[in-house]
Every structure is written in C-alpha cells, then in structure tokens.
C-alpha cells in the first residue's frame, strides 16, 4: 500500500465511523451491493449505453439508437434533452391505447430500408388518436427503490374520494391487465423490468425475449426484407444486465441544507407540497439487499393527481388526460426543464404550472414571501 | 427480474400474414392478456410489456373450450378489459384458440 493510499483509507474509515459516507452522484450505484451486483450494474452500464445500428436490430421504427442517447446528463441514467410524442384517444371516458395502429409511442425515426420501402421519416401520426402529448426523458435514478416499494404501501396513500377533504384525490393507474401501475408519467406500467423490456421495443425498435415482436407500422406489418434481423434482437442476458443497471442506480445524495434550505424544506410540508410529494418511502422484501427494507427519498406518492387543464394531455390506462403521477423530485440539482414536456424553464414556473388537486399548494407558495419562495428553491436545488 | 417470467408470459408473438406454415407445423402458442373485443367466432387481447403494447386477433370455433370461475363458459360471456389465457394454435388461416380461460374478471 503506497502512502497516499493509505492516508486515504484512514480517512475513509474515520468519515464511515463518523457516520458520513461518502455522498452518491448522479449516476452511482446503490450503496451495499455485493460483488456481483457490481459487476451486473457495470456490465449492464456497457448494454445501456451501447448504440444499436439497423445491423443489430435497430428500428425499423425508432426514437434513438440507445437508452444512454436519451437517458445520459449528468450521467448515463440521468436525463436527456430527447422529447417524444405519445398519443391516445379518449373516447366516452375510456382510453384507447391505439394498439390497433402502433401503440402509444409514436417514433420519430425510420432506419433507411424502411424510409426507401415505405417514404416515411418516422410513424405515421394515428388517425384515431384525440390528444398528442409531449415526454421529456427523465433521470431514471431510485427507480429500482420505487419498484420495490409493496403495493399495499402505494394503495395506503390513495384517497380517490378526498375523504380527509384537503382537495387531493390520489388514486392508483392500473395496466390493461388492472395491476397497479407506477412507471411513465401517467404512472402506465406496472413494474421495472417490464419498462425496460418494453423500451427497447418502443424507443429502439429492439426486440428482445419478453418483446418479441416489431411493432406495426400504424398497424400494417412490417415490409418484407426491411429488417432481416432475426427475433429476439437482443438476449434474456442483455436484457437482464441492462435492467440491473436501471434498478441499481442510487438516488444522488441531497446536497448539505444551509439556513434557507432547511426553511425551504419546512416550508415544503407546511404548504401542502408533501401531500403529494411524500418525502420518504419504504421498500419491501427484494432479492436484491441494498433494495430490501431502505427508506429512501423519494417525493412521489406513485398516485395519479388531476392537474388541471392546462397540462393536460393524453389519457392512459385509467389516467384521465389531465392526471399525472406526482413526478419523484430526484436530481432537481441538474435539470434544465420541469413537468412532463419540459415547459418550465425553472422551479418558479414549474410550481406555478400545477393546477387541479394541487392548486391550494401551488396558490400558498405564491402568497409566500420573497424570502420563503427563494428558500423553498433553495430546497428543492439541494435534490 | 423477479416479474420477467410474467412479463414474458404476457407476451406473444404477433404473426405477418400469410406466414408459410403447413398444416402439419402448427404452432402451438399461448397468450396472456386482457380482452379488447369479442365477437362471434373472434377474440382480440391487448398484450403487451410496458410501453410496447400489441393487439393479437385470434378466432374461435365450436370445439373452442371457455373457462371460468371454475366452470364451462360462453365466448360471449367475456368482456372488454377481463384478463384471459389463451392456448392457441397457428393454422394457414391464422391463430385458432383451443381453449380460453378467465383468469381475472375486469375491475
């Protein structure tokens, strides 16, 4: 052991027993996990942010070649400045995910062979859809922490009814097959790996064992020899690996609260915000140790809240066009856009954009001091 | 990981049509998913992972055996939104479903 090296791993040892670790970046893994998580979170890193090319699979419909390509600041597994455009159709209260003409992603991109069979840039937009919305790509940090958090633990939050009339109807979105979602900005999917497999199909056009199929192009198969790669694109490995590195990213430490912040961060539950921003939730039982019973931060209550209509977009399962799921305040430190399409530029106008259930929260804040708005930014830079 | 085999299960294999088999090579499949329509002599279910939802058409025909709850159904007692599984065979003329079975009625 050289000198420096040895000082370092004093230093260590005295911080560890002063109980302060070492803060987590954006990007880092969970604390806690054996060797061989570490390995699976590093070898799927290299899966995540591999780029596919029309050899490998990708497309023929895509919206980028690789989920670092979206999913990459300040760290692969953050944010991106990629926006894309779902769609659905909202008919006599019941949603219709457009599955007849090429589900509700609608890709921005056709590889060349599929451009030169069919002269298309990207998906046709659908004919029977009633609403098109907007979708930054969010930081894909905790994610793991928030699919391993009981059901029961959701459901306990809901109160469709407002029954405790403070004007917030949370309630659970469920998948086609009515289990409780909780992925996606309307809260659609019911489980982690299932977004995983399901973005390789629908950002990459990358086929894989639990989706084995392309999607339609509006609903017509795909054009004979467009894509001569055989199914699955990818294998259970890569798929796997790629889902071990999503469910092993660590939430980034919060950032050291000074006077204001502290302020800020009463101010949060004071006025109402934490209603639906609960600031800490509590795993279950989880194969994984470092996901197994941890309170973590995570400032979503995973429910759907009516937002009001001026962000409405889109329904989705049983989101109405205007529900969203309260968004997990994770990383706020980096981001340079807010809400679901990216509108606000700054946490001001993020909070001044809700409405609906969370108008009483959003008018407190504005008939905050100066002084007090300015701290509870503070609060919410330090996430 | 721990929901994969279900997710896997809950996906299926949407056909091209005019997929050259013969006769004799049907191929067995089976699909878990949630009703979309139902009508005479025809099944649509939604299956799907994720964000990547698709719409499998299968046909029935007289021999077709309908479960549920225990008990011998009709095709015509399913509804939009119950959750089924379909044993089904790839025939020149599409996918034909030996047996359905309800597995959960729509909430």
């Given at each position: ?321 205007s529900d969203f799921r309260t968004e997990p305040l994770l990383d706020l430190r980096d981001a340079k856009h807010f809400l679901h ?43 | ?28 499949y089976t699909f878990q998913g949630t009703v979309r329509a139902v009508k005479a002599g025809a099944l649509d279910l939604i299956i ?60």
């Open positions: 052991m050289n000198g420096a090296r040895g000082w370092a791993a004093v230093a260590l040892l005295i911080s560890v027993a002063a109980g302060c670790e070492r803060p987590l970046k954006p990007g880092d893994p969970l604390r806690g996990l054996n060797r061989a998580e570490q390995d699976r979170f590093a070898r799927g890193k290299v899966v995540f942010d591999s780029t596919f090319t029309p050899e490998k699979g990708l497309g023929p419909l895509f919206n980028a070649t690789g989920c670092g390509e979206c999913h990459e600041e300040p760290a692969k597994g953050g944010s991106g400045d990629e926006v894309e455009v779902h769609a659905t159709a909202f008919k006599g209260r019941v949603c219709d995910p457009l599955v007849e003409e090429g589900g509700f992603v609608i890709q921005q991109h056709t590889t060349p062979a599929l451009k030169q069979a069919l002269g298309i840039d990207s998906e046709p937009f659908p004919p029977s859809a009633t609403a098109r919305a907007m979708r930054t790509s969010p930081v894909v940090f905790a994610r793991g922490l928030l699919d391993a958090v009981p059901e029961s633990v959701i459901l306990a939050y809901a109160d469709p009814e407002d029954k405790n009339h403070d004007g917030i109807a949370g309630r659970p979105n469920r998948f086609t097959d009515g289990r409780v979602g909780r992925f996606g900005r309307k809260a659609f999917v019911p489980a982690l790996d299932e977004f995983n497999a399901g973005a390789f199909s629908a950002e990459m056009g990358i086929t894989n064992p639990a989706v084995r199929t392309e999607e339609t192009i509006g609903g017509k198969p795909i054009p004979a020899g467009v894509d001569p790669v055989p199914e699955p694109e990818i294998n259970q490995e890569e798929l796997d690996l790629t889902d071990a590195f999503v469910r092993l990213l660590a939430p980034p430490t919060p950032l050291k609260l000074g006077r204001d912040g502290r302020r800020g961060r009463e101010l949060f539950s004071d006025i109402g915000c934490a209603a639906c921003h609960v600031p800490t939730l509590r795993t279950g039982d989880s194969p994984i140790a470092a996901l197994r019973n941890k309170e973590f931060a995570a400032y979503t209550d995973l429910l759907l809240h009516d937002m009001g209509p001026d962000l409405a977009d889109i329904c989705l399962g049983l989101a109405k066009p399409d990216g509108r606000a530029a700054t946490l001001e106008q993020a909070i001044e954009g809700h409405g609906g259930e969370a108008t009483g929260a959003r008018d407190r804040f504005k008939g905050l001091p100066a002084a007090d708005r300015a701290a509870l930014v503070a609060f919410l830079k330090s996430l | 990981m721990r929901n994969l085999t279900r997710a896997v299960a809950l996906t299926a294999i949407l056909l091209a049509p005019g997929a050259a088999l013969s006769a004799q090579r049907e191929l067995p799907g992972v994720g964000e990547a939802v698709r719409v499998v058409h299968m046909r029935t025909q007289s021999a077709t055996a309908v479960f549920g709850e225990g008990a011998s159904i009709a095709l015509g007692d399913l509804q939009p939104g119950d959750v089924v599984r379909a044993d089904c065979r790839l025939t020149q003329a599409g996918l034909i479903a030996d047996k359905i079975e309800l597995k959960r009625r729509a909430p």
